[in-house]
């Protein structure tokens, strides 16, 4: 949602536990407000009840958590389209494709399941699927790469399928005139603090993501953008590029452009149990009180400061030792909270956001997806 609106999650405040009724201009209803035509591939997590289908004239959401190839084969088929009306030959389109593959437990289909390990454990899916807030047994040294093989073996999987998409968009002349964006939504810890899984830390593991683009005729090909950037300034980019001007609302900013000096060179993240603030060089990470009574192995600190040139890895906390440069960058913090919550009442009472209970089947769904336990 937040690469939707372009807004930060605390904003839109749509998340796994509060599903909502409506939200500011999302980017396939501004697409389809100019012509063109928008469909969505989606897993089940992605469900339509939290606002996501909105602006799409074609959305499926699979049933399945592990359907790369199957999301693929029917993205084919969405593009070949009625022979006599095929999508590609009329308008322009927008297509959204959400891959849910490189999720615990990780299961790669063949040849991945072992491209990356000789041999499956008969109970890495345990392993894998250890309670994210906690790690619930011991792991030795080779049971834990064998885990990271997998996870590895997942992500190939969900490359090899894009690529499929790629190749098609090749084969149909489309390729060169296409504007392609790849991304994750977050990373996956495997106890470099502590920690299994995501949704528990806003560590470098979790919240640095790949972001790729590739735009029309190769613009811009090899370039690679220094500054801290977000996934919220993913819809800004598109629209700027389609020659559509951005909501005021959005808190993005457009990729490519050069930041001026007074410009924002910071990153922001949130999770339920803390937030961060990284420049270049540093971040600095808030852990509110409560943080340990939920995640026992978190570190018990108010802040964590790390040098991300020196310490990429945040072994080495900081915050004792320049607590002018703390000071700083928790009023950095206290600014961007403050305009995030009067954003969000802003948005609220103009749109009169209703949020809706979960139903017995959603809450279902999302415990066997692992984001309610």
């Known amino acids: 949602m937040s690469v939707f609106t372009s807004l930060y999650p605390s904003v839109h405040s749509i998340t796994h536990l509060t599903p909502q009724s409506d939200m500011s201009a999302m980017l396939p209803e501004m ?39 199957i ?13 006599s009306d095929p999508v590609i030959r009329h308008q322009p389109f927008f297509l959204f494709l959400h891959l849910f593959d490189a999720h615990h437990p990780y299961e790669p289909p063949w040849p991945f399941d072992t491209a990356y390990v000789p041999a499956h454990r008969s109970n890495l899916r345990e ?12 792991l030795t040294d080779e049971e ?16 090899f399928a894009i690529g499929r998409l790629l190749d098609t968009l090749r084969d149909l002349r489309l ?39 590739r735009l029309p005729s190769a613009r811009f090909a090899g370039k690679r953008v220094q500054e801290p950037v977000q996934l919220i300034d993913i819809t800004p980019t598109i629209l700027q590029e389609v020659g559509l001007k951005p909501s005021p609302l959005m808190q993005g900013s457009f990729l490519l452009d050069p930041l001026p000096d007074n410009s924002r060179r910071f990153a922001y993240a949130s999770e339920a149990y803390a937030a961060c603030i990284r ?57 961007i909270d403050d305009l995030n919550q009067e954003l969000r009442r802003r948005i609220r009472e103009a749109l009169d956001v209703r949020e809706l209970e979960l139903s017995e089947e959603q809450e279902r769904e999302l415990r066997a ?3 309610v336990q």
């Open 31 to 69: 697409l389809r407000g100019v012509g063109y035509r928008t469909a969505a591939f989606v897993a089940p997590v992605l469900s339509e009840d939290y606002g996501f289908s909105k602006g799409f004239d074609h959305y499926v959401r699979t049933d399945s958590v592990r359907p790369a190839e």
């Open 71 to 83: 999301m693929v084969d029917r993205v084919l088929q969405w593009l070949a389209g009625d022979p």
């Open 127 to 138: 392993i894998s699927a250890t309670h994210p807030y906690t790690q619930e047994k011991n």
């Open 144 to 159: 834990l790469s064998e885990v990271v093989a997998l996870y590895d073996g997942e992500i190939a999987h969900a490359d």
């Open 175 to 213: 390729y060169d005139k296409s504007l392609i964006v790849v991304f994750g939504d977050h990373g996956e810890g495997f106890l470099e603090h502590g920690l299994m899984n995501h949704g528990n830390s806003v560590y470098e593991e979790l919240i640095r993501v790949p972001l790729l683009a």
């Open 279 to 335: 420049t270049q060089t540093w971040k600095l990470i808030e852990n509110p009180p409560s943080r340990t009574q939920t995640i026992p192995r978190a570190l018990d600190v108010e802040y964590e400061l790390y040098d991300l040139d020196k310490d990429p890895g945040e072994e080495n906390n900081l915050a004792g030792e320049l607590p002018d440069r703390v000071t700083s960058m928790a009023q950095v913090l206290r600014k």
């Open 369 to 371: 997806l692992g984001y």
